[in-house]
Each structure stands twice: as structure tokens, then as C-alpha cells.
């Protein structure tokens, strides 16, 4: 899926970066995400410090959606432009958020 879907979604585009996304994870403890995380992922946390970019960088992920409001670090954007991740926000929780992103996901499954 072309990371662009996020934005027609309704997530609020901060950083446009670079690829494509086929798996999704939700999870907040860095080295949860880092073990457990595949490449070409869209990484849905309430985390917004740079370590999340380090941790993208090293996974493979390719976008990341900032979660209930919360606002991403000034250091956060700029090494997320250095690093090509995508960076997304949205109100909504993680819950509601994957919620929308899956049903976009069975739509283009069956077609």
C-alpha cells in the first residue's frame, strides 16, 4: 500500500517519506516494536521522542502514526526527514486508528 493512503485517510501528514507499507504494528515499548516488527510496516504508538526514528531505522518501518493527539519533538521531524520515515498524527486512539486502516485494507483484499 502506498504510504499516501494514510494521509487520504485522514491522518495529518508531518514528514512525507519514501516506500510502500504491508504490515501494520501497534506497540509503545521500543523493544517490543524492534523485535517484533517487520520491514514496511506502519508503526501506530503514542511514543513521539527520536528514538522512535532509530528504532524505524533499524526495523525497516517505513511510517509512523502518532496517536491520541499527542505532538512529535522538533528533534523527532528533523531526523525522520534525514531518515526518509513518514510521519504521521491523529485524535483518534490506537484502536480507532488501526480500525480505520484495516477496513481500508479489506477493501482492497477483496477487492
Known sequence: MKIEVLKELGFEMIVEGKGEVFHGYACDLLSEVMGRAKPDTVWFTVQSHINIIAVAVITGIRA????????????????????????????????????????????????
Open 64 to 111: 509512523i502514526v502518532l496517536c491520541n493527539g499527542h505532538d512529535y519533538d522538533e528533534g523527532t521531524i528533523e531526523r525522520s526527514k534525514k531518515e526518509g520515515i513518514s510521519l504521521f498524527k491523529t485524535e483518534l486512539n490506537t484502536f480507532e486508528a488501526i480500525k480505520k486502516l484495516c477496513n481500508v485494507m479489506q477493501d482492497e483484499i477483496q477487492g
